[in-house]
T-cell receptor
Framework: AQSVTQPDIHITVSEGASLELRCNYS??????LFWYVQSPGQGLQLLLK??????LVQGIKGFEAEFKRSQSSFNLRKPSVHWSDAAEYFC???????????????FGGGTRVLVKP | GAVVSQHPSWVICKSGTSVKIECRSL??????MFWYRQFPKQSLMLMAT?????????EQGVEKDKFLINHASLTLSTLTVTSAHPEDSSFYIC????????????FGPGTRLTVL
């Protein structure tokens, strides 16, 4: 069975400081990995995804993530956070899409990011 | 691109009534749509996978007779919560995978259901 662990429930960071959100996954084959952000009153927005190739993935809003197979991790980073980055972040894992079933995702518990001025 | 809408955004209903939630892909066709449930300050739990023109596939523990899913077209899936009870109060979120790119899901803004 696939699973995702986000060890940090809350993270508080000062505006302008760097941010790293941890994600560890369990998956029996090559994982498809995603990071989504959920802002209050808004739907989940895809930040970035990794399927194969370069293990350092660039996403939107200045975010990047690094896939480390040996550590079963897919941590999300941003060099300098902005107040607008305050939100809930979810890591998710799935497998290759199955034609009729799409790509079923398992989500981590989420990490809430608070940004101090 | 890849916009998914949900309607209504919030709904309050009386116990015992049924509520229908719509999920639409606005600028792409979606062979597959997914329905999730999210409790306060918790993660998303997959309820079912909806495929256009066929029966939905429900996750273990989800009552298919209570949560009726219909995916009648490539841009619309509906979730009907039948005989709603207060414990059904939750945030329901749908997602859709473009027919030509089924490896990624795009999410709707969610529907807040409160059952009195």
């Amino acid at each position: 069975a696939q699973s995702v662990t986000q060890p940090d429930i809350h993270i508080t960071v000062s505006e302008g400081a760097s941010l790293e959100l941890r994600c560890n996954y369990s998956y029996g084959a090559t994982p498809y990995l995603f990071w989504y952000v959920q802002s209050p009153g808004q739907g989940l927005q895809l930040l970035l995804k990794y399927f194969s190739g370069d293990t350092l993935v660039q996403g939107i809003k200045g975010f990047e993530a690094e896939f480390k197979r040996s550590q079963s991790s897919f941590n999300l980073r941003k060099p300098s956070v902005h107040w607008s980055d305050a939100a809930e972040y979810f890591c998710a894992v799935g497998g290759p899409p199955i034609k009729a079933a799409g790509n079923k995702l398992t989500f981590g518990g989420g990490t809430r990011v608070l940004v101090k001025p | 691109g890849a916009v998914v809408s949900q309607h209504p955004s919030w709904v309050i209903c009386k116990s015992g009534t049924s509520v229908k939630i719509e999920c639409r892909s606005l600028d792409f066709q979606a062979t597959t749509m997914f329905w999730y449930r999210q409790f306060p300050k918790q993660s998303l739990m997959l309820m079912a996978t909806s495929n256009e023109g066929s029966k939905a596939t429900y996750e273990q523990g989800v009552e298919k007779d209570k949560f009726l899913i219909n995916h009648a077209s490539l841009t619309l899936s509906t979730l009907t919560v039948t005989s709603a009870h207060p414990e059904d109060s939750s945030f329901y979120i749908c997602s859709a995978s473009p027919s030509g790119s089924t490896d990624t899901q795009y999410f709707g803004p969610g529907t807040r259901l409160t059952v009195l």
